[in-house]
């Protein structure tokens, strides 16, 4: 009986080990060249790019937020999310961010974000990451591409 439990539970060690090993290394996920952004109607939105890699087969999530001061210490600020299945390399992808109180201005404005990239078939995700804080210029829209 003693070497019966021995070998079950040595089996059950080593089929362990063998899970851990099998077990998908950490996805790895890359946001940069995050664009200036140029107002559309007068700042009542602004438009950019950025550039994702990522692991194929995961779940990737961005949220991007610029943030800007625009007269006497008032604040301009709006949101960028978006959610996708990767299918592996590189992506450059739109932002199109309305400020949810003040227009924005020209100038410069703060960057700052999340990402996350998740197995696709598992339930837990993991904390993401912060994005650095990065500094663009916001700008008019060109007329000559308005047209």
Not at 19 to 39: C, N, W
Not at 74 to 92: D, M
Request: net charge negative; glycine share 10%.
């Amino acid at each position: 009986m003693r070497r019966t439990t021995r070998a079950v539970a040595a089996a059950a060690f080593a089929g362990g080990l063998g899970l851990v090993a099998a077990a998908p290394a950490q996805a790895v996920v890359e946001i940069y060249d995050i664009s200036d952004a140029t107002r559309i109607a007068e700042g009542a939105a602004i438009t950019g790019t950025y550039t994702v890699t990522c692991t194929e087969g995961t779940d990737v999530f961005v949220s991007l937020t610029v943030t800007q001061r625009v007269s006497e210490g008032r604040i301009a600020n709006g949101s960028s999310f978006e959610q996708w299945t990767c299918e592996g390399g590189e992506l450059t992808l739109d932002y199109e961010i309305v400020p949810f109180t003040m227009a924005y201005d020209e100038g410069p404005a703060v960057v700052s974000g999340f990402l996350q990239e998740c197995p696709t078939p598992e339930q837990f995700c993991g904390p993401g990451t912060q994005l650095p804080l990065q500094v663009i210029e916001i700008s008019d829209e060109d007329p000559y591409l308005a047209e």
